[in-house]
T-cell receptor, first 116, second 116 residues
Framework: NAGVTQTPKFQVLKTGQSMTLQCAQDMNHEYMSWYRQDPGMGLRLIHYSVGAGITDQGEVPNGYNVSRSTTEDFPLRLLSAAPSQTSVYFC???????????????FGNGTRLTVT | AQSVAQPEDQVNVAEGNPLTVKCTYS??????LFWYVQYPNRGLQFLLKYITGDNLVKGSYGFEAEFNKSQTSFHLKKPSALVSDSALYFCAVRGPVTGGGNKLTFGTGTQLKVEL
């Protein structure tokens, strides 16, 4: 059971480039989310999804797009990378169509992104 | 909107001594509170949660947390610290079911350092 898998683990982009951070889970979780982690700011929610075809914005959605075509996958797209998007990105999932209080978030190991 | 405050960036404690990592929260309605731990270069791992019931919640690795509604606090505790407990600890609160229920808001994190 792999849990939540994020790829790549590291990425360096130039300003203006685009890329997709991949996230896949094999636990049949309905809820998936993306967070970014920055020093002194904790984790901030970017986007989340409560099931295939349903996405919504979190706290810091600007500059990021998401889609959810399958239950398993929830990619995060940066259309035009900016230095302010340098961060560590975490994908997390949970059963149910919300954050079920009986089931905590399961996190991937993160993608460390640097934009120069 | 819900929020979480972790007033200490770092907590230092000697091995064998009790430890406390502080957390206060703000949320409308009944709070759903969580503690997560992050080891270097890894995603967050769930430690424990408070939903309802006893104010003292027991979790993984000997950790417990005390919920205090009047002080809106949810402090993490352990009677006897281990060097292996050294990590980054995050407190989190879930929003109310009717709004923000799908969002988990994290604090800025507290670095725990346990020394011999």
């Amino acid at each position: 059971n792999a849990g939540v898998t994020q790829t790549p683990k590291f990425q360096v982009l130039k300003t203006g480039q685009s890329m997709t951070l991949q996230c896949a889970q094999d636990m049949n979780h309905e809820y998936m989310s993306w967070y970014r982690q920055d020093p002194g700011m904790g984790l901030r929610l970017i986007h989340y999804s409560v099931g295939a075809g349903i996405t919504d914005q979190g706290e810091v959605p600007n500059g990021y797009n998401v889609s959810r075509s399958t239950t398993e996958d929830f990619p995060l797209r940066l259309l035009s990378a900016a230095p302010s998007q340098t961060s560590v990105y975490f994908c997390a999932s949970s059963p149910g169509t919300g954050i079920s209080y009986n089931s905590p978030l399961h996190f991937g190991n993160g993608t460390r992104l640097t934009v120069t | 909107a819900q929020s979480v405050a972790q007033p200490e960036d770092q907590v230092n404690v000697a091995e064998g001594n009790p430890l406390t990592v502080k957390c206060t929260y703000s949320v409308s309605g009944n709070p759903y509170l969580f503690w997560y731990v992050q080891y270097p270069n890894r995603g967050l791992q769930f430690l424990l949660k408070y939903i309802t019931g006893d104010n003292l919640v027991k979790g993984s690795y000997g950790f417990e947390a005390e919920f205090n509604k009047s002080q809106t606090s949810f402090h993490l505790k352990k009677p006897s610290a281990l060097v292996s407990d050294s990590a980054l600890y995050f407190c989190a609160v879930r929003g109310p079911v009717t709004g923000g229920g799908n969002k988990l808001t994290f604090g800025t994190g507290t670095q725990l350092k346990v020394e011999l």
